[in-house]
């Protein structure tokens, strides 16, 4: 009985103090703890995408802030150890200014395939008043008797004209912080935006849960967030976890 108390105790002063493993509720009631320092306590995670909320025991909890057991999502081991890994890359401080903004990876990582372009308005041939762009962007009329054509060519124009800024994001961070960065290009973006959507191209209504690309509200979050993934992937940061694996349509069947 004594080893136990010890465990217990243990257990909730590393729990209290521990970078990685919180809760949104206040886990022991004093009384209760006083009376049986064994008795399983409710967990309500603060990460609910990695951990699992349910009772929790002493000992449970000591393996939760190890990766392991019961609270730690996934099935096997090998999946725990993922999700461990991206509740780690989201808990640490990173160098760079960017810890606030690390969600949109994997908040938009499915859409990361689709932001590329060869249009490049920042890269003219010539000087002066002769001066063009190199691969000018061409505009199909995007008012057709097919939506899913109308869709596809209102991507095709949003992804050309906010593309470029996710590889602006990787250079600039070699000079600045992230948010004169982002202060900077959220400007341009805004600009853009109100052009393409008085053009026709693409909606300003409000959305929380990104759905389509031609949503201007939401689509510059996933520049900042390939953006920033880039850069990190290019300083080769240890912390960067398996993004393919937690954004898998299926992942949530795996728990």
Known sequence: MER?????????EDFLKHPVCKSMNDPWDENDVKKNPNASVWINPSNQFCFNSGHCTPEALLLW??????????KT??????????????????????????????????????????FNPH????????????????????????QLENKIRTE???????????????????IR????????????LYGIKRTLYCLGYGYMGACNTPKEISNL??????????GIYLWMKKQNYELLPDFEFLTHPDRDKVD
């Open 217 to 226: 509200s939401w689509v510059p979050d996933v520049v900042y967030g390939k």
């Open 77 to 118: 081991p090998e999946e725990k150890k993922k999700y461990w890994e991206y509740a780690v890359f989201e808990a640490t401080d990173d160098p760079w200014g960017i810890n606030h903004s690390k969600y949109l990876i994997k908040y938009h990582w499915k859409w990361f395939d689709k932001m590329t372009t060869d």
């Open 4 to 12: 136990t108390k010890e465990i217990g105790q243990i257990a909730k």
């Open 123 to 146: 890269n003219h041939r010539g000087y002066g008043l002769e001066t063009e762009i190199r691969k000018p962007l061409k505009l199909r009329p995007n008012r057709t008797k097919d």
């Open 156 to 174: 095709e124009v949003i992804i050309a004209m906010m593309a470029p800024y996710v590889d602006y994001i990787v250079k600039e961070f070699e």
């Open 177 to 188: 912080e992230w948010q004169n960065i982002r202060r900077e290009i959220e400007q341009d």
């Open 65 to 74: 802030m190890e990766g392991a057991g019961p609270m730690v999502k996934g």
